[in-house]
């Protein structure tokens, strides 16, 4: 069995997303994810959507939010295929090497300006 996770912060878009909850005011970008979902199903993919609450100090999630939003601009993303029980401590990894390397920018070119 392949596996897709969708991670994120917008509750709604998630509920949307998996209720098929598509009105006048659903969004061209909600219609093309959903056509993903009904690709992937029909690639035998699980899918899973998981919320995580925007700004409420989970460790990394500001590190999260960038990446999203790096992610959006992508034009050839990376698809990464694998059970998310087993992509987690990389994915764990590389946001924590980046904090690492954000936190050391700070520090060095802190009272910088």
């Given at each position: 069995?392949?596996?897709?996770?969708?991670?994120?912060?917008v509750r709604?878009?998630?509920?949307i997303?998996k209720?098929?909850?598509?009105?006048?005011n659903?969004?061209?970008?909600?219609?093309?994810?959903?056509?993903?979902?009904?690709?992937?199903?029909?690639l035998?993919?699980?899918?899973?959507?998981?919320?995580?609450?925007?700004?409420?100090?989970?460790?990394n999630?500001?590190?999260?939010d960038?990446?999203?939003?790096?992610?959006?601009?992508m034009?050839?993303p990376?698809?990464?295929?694998?059970?998310p029980?087993?992509?987690?401590?990389?994915?764990?990894?590389e946001i924590?090497n980046r904090?690492k390397m954000?936190f050391?920018?700070?520090?060095l070119?802190k009272?910088?300006?």
């Amino acid at each position: 069995m392949k596996y897709a996770l969708i991670i994120s912060d917008v509750r709604n878009a998630l509920e949307i997303l998996k209720n098929n909850l598509v009105n006048g005011n659903t969004t061209i970008l909600t219609i093309e994810v959903k056509n993903e979902f009904v690709e992937a199903k029909n690639l035998r993919y699980k899918t899973e959507c998981l919320w995580v609450p925007s700004h409420s100090y989970i460790t990394n999630n500001e590190i999260a939010d960038k990446l999203a939003a790096e992610g959006r601009q992508m034009l050839n993303p990376t698809i990464v295929r694998g059970n998310p029980k087993e992509l987690w401590p990389a994915f764990y990894h590389e946001i924590r090497n980046r904090w690492k390397m954000e936190f050391k920018n700070v520090e060095l070119n802190k009272g910088v300006e």
